[in-house]
Structures are given as structure tokens and as C-alpha cells.
């Protein structure tokens, strides 16, 4: 995350606030400190958060990469092989952690990561119900689900 000099310098002037307040402790100290503290942590998020929306030009590209290697998971039956996809293993595949993955498909799509791999099991299923005349065991298995109940709890 970059920051520029204004946002730095206000980031800078909080923690010089902190570090004064200490200096010169009274009953006053705590409070003043954790007001501090919040309000740091409020421009951290503020700024965190607005990466997201001023990379217009990546979003699409991170959108698209991200639904094909979930499209690819199942379609080249990776599922058999490892099982149910995680968070852990697309944003590996992604080179993200899967904190900062959940986060910018949250705020791109109001869905997280874990969300997005349900969305697509329950396609994926429903699809395979109506045009196959696999069991619905032999489905989950398909999908990566080691026990068929499982499969139907997604349901």
C-alpha cells in the first residue's frame, strides 16, 4: 500500500500525539491515548480500503483471474484430486493472503472468498443434477466433498 506525503504525514502526526501523551502521564493519559490509537486505526482502514477502488484498471483483471481458476478447479476435476477448494489454496494460487482476497472481492462484489466457492459449488450442482444422471453421491464426490452428507448440508 502507498501512501502519499499528506496521508504519511497525518499517519506520523498521530503516533507524535501518542508518543507526547507519554511522556506526561495523568488520569487523562489512557483515554487520550486510546482516542489516538482509534483514530489510526480509522485512517489505516480508510486508507487500506480506498486501494481497492483507485485500481480500477487491475480489478477486472484480478476479478477474471480469480473466476477462472475456480472454473478451472472443477472443470479440469482438481476437486477429486484435493478435495473441496479453499480460501487457502485460490488465494495461494493468486499469490494473495486470503485476508486481502476476502477483502477485495467483499468490496468489489459483496461476497467473500468462501462465499464465491459456495456460489459455485451450488451452480456446479444443480447444473450436474439436472443434466446428469449421476447420484447425488457420486456429485459430491465430483465436487470434492469427501462425505455426501456434507454436500447436502451446502444445500
Sequence with gaps: MHLSAEEESSLIAILDRIDLECRHIDRHTQEIILSQI??????????????FLTRKSSTHHVLDRFEKLVNDYYTENTALRLGLLTVQHIAGAMNLSPNYLSDFLCIHTSLNTQQHIHEKLIELAKEKLSTTSLSVSEIAFALGFEHPQSFSTLF
Design 38 to 51: 482509534e483514530l489510526l486505526l480509522n485512517y489505516s482502514n480508510r486508507y487500506y480500503e480506498r486501494q
